[in-house]
């Protein structure tokens, strides 16, 4: 189990520096027939949220702002990445869901045990979609300060990530998520 979360926070630092480094320029590119990119001209974390992204397993849904793009990546067997940004750069993040065999509320502790390097301040629990508990907290990686919403949700690891500068932006997706029957 250890293994397994430290690999899955391994595997979310090199993609947010993927990002980061990359600035979405990934997404100008052919998209794949699971992928959907919706362009505006308008591009702020705090534009009317309009579009919807809908995932098909485990179903969930929520809303984004015109102008950004939604990318859904596998990143093994039981595990994909999937990744929101704007045109340029200025708004991104990324949710890592794997496969996890506890259906639990995340806790600092809990986290630090199973990822020691892992770094949580100041941690406040929050709901997302009405049904998952869950842990939002500041941290840090080699790209520098992120804001972390990490839950285990129906058999499942939920760690949504996003550069300090994305704050913003990560809670008004968290505000509009939904668990889809």
């Not at 485990?58 to 999937?82: A, H, L, M």
């Amino acid at each position: 189990m250890r293994k397994n979360i430290l690999l899955i926070v391994g595997a979310v630092i090199i993609l947010v520096i993927f990002v980061t480094v990359f600035q979405g320029r990934i997404f100008k590119k052919e998209m794949s027939p699971n992928e959907q990119e919706i362009s505006d001209t308008n591009t702020s974390a705090t534009s009317t949220i309009q579009s919807t992204y809908t995932h098909p397993s485990p179903k969930f849904s929520f809303e984004y702002p015109d102008g950004f793009s939604v990318g859904s990546f596998p990143e093994g067997q039981d595990s994909e990445t999937i990744l929101v940004h704007n045109a340029n750069g200025e708004n991104s993040m990324q949710i890592l869901i794997s496969a996890f065999d506890e259906n639990i509320m995340l806790t600092k502790k809990r986290i630090l045990k199973d990822a020691p390097d892992t770094e949580v301040r100041n941690e406040k629990e929050i709901t997302i979609g009405k049904n998952a508990k869950g842990l939002a907290f500041e941290g840090t990686n080699s790209s520098g300060a992120t804001s972390e919403v990490w839950f285990a949700y129906n058999n499942h690891l939920y760690q949504i990530s996003a550069p300090k500068n994305s704050s913003e932006f990560l809670g008004s997706i968290i505000k509009t998520w939904v668990w889809n029957k």
